[in-house]
């Protein structure tokens, strides 16, 4: 079968740029005994990938010169060689920025088998890379884990309408939290508290550390016990500044740095006068915690009690300049590319 991939053709001096990226047609190879060949219907952007395209210690090991960028598929099997796999089923997997990908199906959560389906009471495709996958899996994680969160709490999420931070919200809010969100734009806060049910939200674009500490005490006047954290920086210096006794923080991303640059932070004592827990956490490293995580992300995205918005490019070609637009917070949502 030919196909189109995006393979990384440079790494990133400092920003990464389109040039960092390149289209090429390849072939798949016939299958061997245990393998998969799945047809990719939608791509999954996610911040982790520039990460990826470094040459630098991290948690996962980066993406090679010339070979197809790292990321979440979904998408219907093709051709089969695998028993517990047949042609139609609906499949999620890491098949990379390409329309097709060959698993062997053989390792252990290399692709998963999902009942997908359009309408009422049911899950649709696209959202087992969403609030279904990996970025809700994330927030449930980090939430339930380490910030554990009581009723009547107060926290707060940055990137608040981002894949991430609009299910943390939401499963803060079911577990009784007052939840405070950050995001860039009137328009996403708006969408942040009317639709997805925050109890308010913080616009932080033009605004420096006074401006922004004096609107989270006006959203959280007891203080914050529990931060989700996305971005860093000044962000992250301001949420510090109002935590309370014994807050915990779950340190998702660092978005803020990921072109290198500095992040230090204002107050680091804090950590120590507050008595605060700081802990980062990377969510292929809890796999024992994805089905109940994805159960109860399931139902609820399946009865509307979890709610997420899209931001979708058209085919293969637009995903650097999606990518790129993540980054700089472009999208609204959860930021996919449709391939089918």
């Not at 956490?281 to 994805?290: K, N, Q």
Request: net charge neutral.
């Amino acid at each position: 079968m030919r196909y189109q991939r995006i393979v990384l053709a440079s790494r990133p001096a400092a920003e990464a740029t389109v040039d960092n990226f390149h289209l090429e047609t390849a072939d798949t190879a016939p299958l061997a005994d245990g393998q998969v060949l799945v047809r990719h219907h939608w791509l999954s952007l996610d911040p982790y990938m520039r990460m990826r395209m470094n040459d630098a210690k991290s948690y996962a090991a980066p993406v090679a010169i010339g070979a197809t960028m790292v990321g979440g598929t979904a998408g219907v099997v093709a051709e089969s060689r695998h028993p517990g796999f047949a042609v139609g089923d609906a499949v999620v997997g890491m098949g990379g920025w390409a329309e097709a990908s060959v698993v062997d199906a053989t390792q252990k959560g290399a692709l998963r088998k999902v009942e997908a389906g359009d309408g009422p009471g049911r899950v649709p495709l696209a959202a087992y890379l969403g609030a279904v996958g990996m970025p809700g899996v994330t927030a449930w994680v980090g939430l339930s884990m380490i910030i554990e969160p009581k009723a009547g709490e107060t926290l707060v999420v940055d990137a608040a309408s981002g894949a991430v931070g609009g299910v943390v919200g939401q499963l803060a809010k079911a577990r009784g939290c007052r939840v405070v969100g950050i995001a860039g734009g009137a328009d996403k806060c708006a969408y942040v508290k009317d639709e997805l049910g925050f109890d308010a939200c913080i616009d932080y674009r033009g605004k420096d550390f006074a401006a922004l500490a004096a609107a989270l005490d006006a959203a959280a006047p007891g203080g914050v016990d529990g931060l989700f954290e996305n971005v860093g920086g000044l962000i992250l210096d301001v949420v510090l500044s109002r935590m309370n006794a014994f807050g915990r923080i779950a340190l998702c991303g660092m978005i803020a740095g990921y072109d290198g640059q500095p992040m230090p932070l204002a107050h680091p004592r804090l950590l120590l006068t507050q008595r605060l827990k700081l802990q980062g956490f990377i969510v292929s490293e809890h796999m024992h915690l994805w089905p109940a995580a994805l159960k109860e992300l399931g139902e609820g995205v399946a009865a509307g009690r979890i709610r997420y918005r899209e931001t979708v490019a058209p085919g293969l070609a637009a995903a650097p300049e999606a990518f790129l637009g993540l980054l700089k917070g472009r999208n609204f949502g959860k930021q996919l590319v449709r391939l089918a």
